[in-house]
């Protein structure tokens, strides 16, 4: 494609898009039983030059790095899992943890039906727009280890884009809800897979690059996190400060550093896998891939470093540290395979102070993003997408790049303006889309807990685990909860004034379920598991004849389970 020195965005997007469609018209494809895998050039790496006529020209050295990185990904799960538990409220972890299974359980499943079929797909009607085929994927004996150690590749990338939003969701999203959207999840994903990834997808023919997924994965996945956060709004009393709220305090800021190594870990699998094999350049690739990953992340993480140092006087706050390391690994994803050294060192600077930056920006704005996913995954995924159009160095061993360069090496606006549009084109997707299926999970099954059930947390409500070592404590913390919003509790006659008092923290159907069928009755069992005196509590205030008048250790059973009956 001939381009200009002086061409606009417009140009561009116009002269891509005509390319595009001859591309299209000049494509043929193999219409047989041959799996979308054995298609030549479906790796997520761009531009390769695949030869075998059995598929992307692997081998079976190949298919063990590629098999190998996806296990690397896949321990990004438990990566993800400590790091959210670490910085939400102990009443909550074991929740959170749930739901990063649940993204591997049910986002595997719906990818496996039809997920890898959209997005690398090539039977008849494949198009531009997603791919056709592979439903509920299998292979015969000869394309087997090609199909599969994609498969797994592919699915760790989905399953990682779902995760991406459940910290944006944290603390405040109902389980059964939840389930619902990591199944509807993967349609967001695949299809910005397909267009940057496959070989017909219209990003991928203008020639945009993502080696792996900045854009695909996390800006996706970060654009869907803003749109879940704005539709179930904030915890309550996060913001409830006059000076916008600051990040509430870590319950183990232990477990959110050991995250960060774990994904630390896994970037490098994530990064360095999707050279898609070893063969020909391919390993030179990877290691080149290796280090602008590292230098990428150490720079995110000195700058996290220095700006915590001089915003918090003096102190070295894990959070800002975290958040530059995530943030320069975030943003060196799209270029590392074809980035110099000093340049993924200067884009991965970038990119940590970018999500730095991105936390007070949202608590300024009453964003109320539990582990600060959208600046991380999203903010430094639109300088990383952008950085590729500035610093993008020429590959000559696979082509990854297209036969471009970027701006600062001599390469002209072309690259630049596709990585643009690419990042406009997956933000209005990921948003639109998402913002549809919330919607609609929110108006028939709702999307947000009870105010009584995120007083008490999730792990308590949802999984009966009571994190507190006096379940009479609890008790106690429940009755205060009740009596001070007894007008929205479970009576049949207050539930319309329940609806009607509702502030869009949750609505009075989803207090008055609680209420009947969740919280109280966990807390009794929990009660009666516990090995404490029955010494009855009098509830209007007068002493039992001694010094344990209202003292939570002494409440009698029966008497709850008296009370919870009459209220419910």
């Given at each position: 494609?001939e381009?200009?020195?002086?061409?606009?965005?417009?140009?561009v997007?116009?002269n891509?898009?005509?390319?595009?469609?001859?591309?299209?018209e000049?494509?043929?494809?193999?219409?047989?039983t041959?799996?979308?895998?054995?298609?030549?050039?479906?790796?997520?790496?761009?531009?390769?030059?695949?030869?075998?006529?059995?598929?992307d020209?692997?081998?079976?050295?190949?298919?063990?790095w590629?098999l190998t990185?996806?296990?690397?990904?896949?321990?990004?799960?438990?990566?993800?899992?400590?790091?959210?538990?670490?910085?939400?409220?102990?009443?909550n972890?074991v929740?959170?943890?749930?739901?990063?299974?649940?993204?591997?359980?049910?986002?595997?499943?719906?990818?496996?039906?039809?997920?890898?079929?959209?997005t690398?797909?090539?039977?008849?009607?494949?198009?531009a727009?997603?791919?056709v085929g592979?439903?509920f994927?299998?292979?015969?004996?000869?394309?087997?280890?090609?199909?599969?150690?994609?498969?797994?590749?592919?699915l760790?990338f989905?399953?990682?884009?779902?995760t991406?939003?459940?910290?944006?969701?944290?603390?405040r999203?109902?389980?059964n809800?939840?389930i619902?959207?990591?199944?509807?999840?993967?349609?967001v994903?695949?299809?910005?897979?397909?267009?940057?990834?496959?070989?017909?997808?219209?990003?991928y023919?203008?020639?945009?690059?993502d080696?792996?997924g900045t854009?695909?994965?996390h800006?996706?996945?970060?654009?869907?996190g803003?749109?879940?956060t704005?539709?179930?709004?904030p915890?309550?009393?996060?913001?409830?400060?006059?000076?916008?709220?600051?990040s509430?305090e870590?319950?183990?800021?232990?477990?959110?550093?050991?995250?960060t190594f774990?994904l630390?870990?896994?970037?490098?699998?994530?990064?360095?896998?999707?050279?898609?094999g070893?063969q020909?350049?391919?390993?030179?690739?990877?290691?080149?891939?290796?280090?602008?990953?590292?230098?990428?992340?150490?720079?995110?993480g000195?700058?996290?470093?220095?700006?915590?140092?001089?915003?918090?006087?003096?102190?070295?706050?894990?959070?800002?540290?975290v958040?530059g390391?995530?943030?320069?690994?975030?943003?060196?994803?799209?270029?590392?395979?074809?980035?110099?050294?000093f340049?993924g060192?200067?884009?991965?600077?970038f990119?940590?102070?970018?999500?730095?930056l991105?936390?007070?920006?949202?608590?300024?704005?009453?964003?109320d993003?539990?582990?600060?996913?959208?600046?991380?995954?999203?903010?430094?995924?639109?300088?990383?997408?952008?950085?590729?159009?500035?610093?993008?160095?020429?590959?000559?061993?696979?082509?990854f790049?297209?036969?471009r360069?970027?701006?600062?090496?001599g390469?002209?606006?072309?690259?630049?303006g596709?990585?643009?549009?690419?990042v406009?084109?997956?933000?209005?997707w990921?948003?639109?889309?998402?913002?549809?299926?919330?919607?609609l999970?929110d108006?028939?099954m709702?999307?947000?807990?009870?105010?009584?059930e995120?007083?008490?947390?999730?792990?308590?409500?949802?999984?009966?685990?009571d994190?507190?070592?006096?379940?009479y404590?609890e008790?106690?913390?429940?009755l205060?909860?009740?009596?001070?919003?007894?007008?929205?509790?479970?009576?049949?006659?207050?539930?319309?004034?329940?609806?009607?008092e509702?502030?869009?923290?949750?609505?009075?159907?989803?207090m008055?379920?609680?209420?009947?069928?969740?919280?109280?009755?966990?807390?009794?069992?929990?009660?009666f598991?516990?090995?404490?005196?029955?010494r009855p509590?009098?509830?209007n205030?007068i002493?039992?004849?001694?010094t344990?008048?209202?003292d939570?250790?002494?409440?009698?059973?029966?008497?709850?389970?008296?009370?919870?009956?009459?209220?419910?």
């Open positions: 494609m381009t200009f020195p002086n061409s606009t965005v417009l140009d997007f116009l891509a898009t005509l390319a595009n469609q001859t591309a299209a000049n494509e043929t494809y193999t219409y047989s041959t799996p979308a895998s054995a298609v030549p050039g479906n790796g997520t790496a761009g531009g390769g030059t695949h030869t075998d006529a059995a598929g020209g692997l081998s079976w050295d190949d298919a063990t590629i990185s996806s296990f690397i990904i896949f321990t990004m799960q438990s990566g993800f899992g400590l790091l959210e538990c670490g910085n939400v409220s102990s009443k972890e929740n959170i943890m749930v739901k990063n299974a649940v993204d591997v359980l049910f986002g595997g499943l719906t990818y496996w039906m039809f997920g890898f079929g959209i690398f797909g090539m039977a008849p009607g494949t198009n727009f997603c791919g592979d439903w994927l299998d292979s015969d004996d000869e394309h087997m280890g090609v199909v599969f150690a994609k498969f797994i590749f592919q760790s989905a399953t990682t884009s779902t991406i939003v459940s910290g944006a969701m944290a603390e999203t109902k389980l809800s939840y619902v959207f990591s199944m509807l999840n993967t349609v994903y695949i299809f910005p897979a397909h267009w940057v990834w496959a070989p017909n997808g219209f990003l023919t203008m020639g945009v690059i080696v792996a854009g695909a994965v800006l996706c996945g970060a654009s869907c803003l749109v879940a704005l539709l179930l709004k915890r309550v009393g996060r913001f409830d400060d006059e000076k916008g709220g600051g509430p870590m319950s183990s800021p232990t477990n959110v550093l050991l995250g774990m630390w870990w896994g970037w490098l699998g994530f990064n360095c896998g999707s050279t898609y070893i020909g350049g391919k390993w030179k690739l990877a290691a080149r891939s290796a280090v602008s990953t590292m230098l990428g992340s150490l720079g995110g000195l700058v996290g470093v220095t700006y915590s140092y001089a915003t918090k006087k003096g102190q070295f706050n894990v959070g800002d540290i958040n390391i995530l943030g320069g690994l975030v943003s060196v994803t799209a270029i590392c395979a074809i980035a110099s050294p340049g060192l200067v884009i991965g600077s990119g940590g102070l970018v999500a730095d991105g936390v007070p920006l949202l608590n300024y704005l009453k964003i993003d539990p582990v600060g996913a959208v600046p991380v995954h999203g903010f430094a995924a639109i300088w990383g997408m952008l950085a590729v159009g500035l610093f993008a160095l020429n590959d000559s061993l696979e082509n790049s297209f036969g360069k970027g701006l600062l090496y390469g002209g606006p072309y690259l630049l596709v990585q643009l549009i690419a406009v084109v997956i933000i209005l990921g948003a639109g889309i998402s913002f549809v299926l919330l919607k999970i108006l028939t709702g999307l947000r807990m009870s105010e009584e995120e007083e008490l947390g999730a792990d308590i409500c949802e999984h009966e685990i994190q507190e070592t006096d379940p404590e008790i106690q913390r429940y205060t909860i009740c009596g001070a919003k007894e007008n929205k509790m479970a009576v049949p006659k207050n539930k319309m004034a329940a609806d009607a509702d502030d869009g923290k949750g609505t009075g159907r989803e008055a379920a609680a209420g009947e069928t969740r919280g109280m009755f966990a807390i009794a069992r929990a009660l598991q516990a090995d404490k005196t029955d509590y009098t509830p205030g002493a039992d004849g001694g344990h008048s209202n939570p250790i002494n409440f009698d059973r029966n008497w709850i389970l008296r009370r919870a009956m009459k209220e419910h």
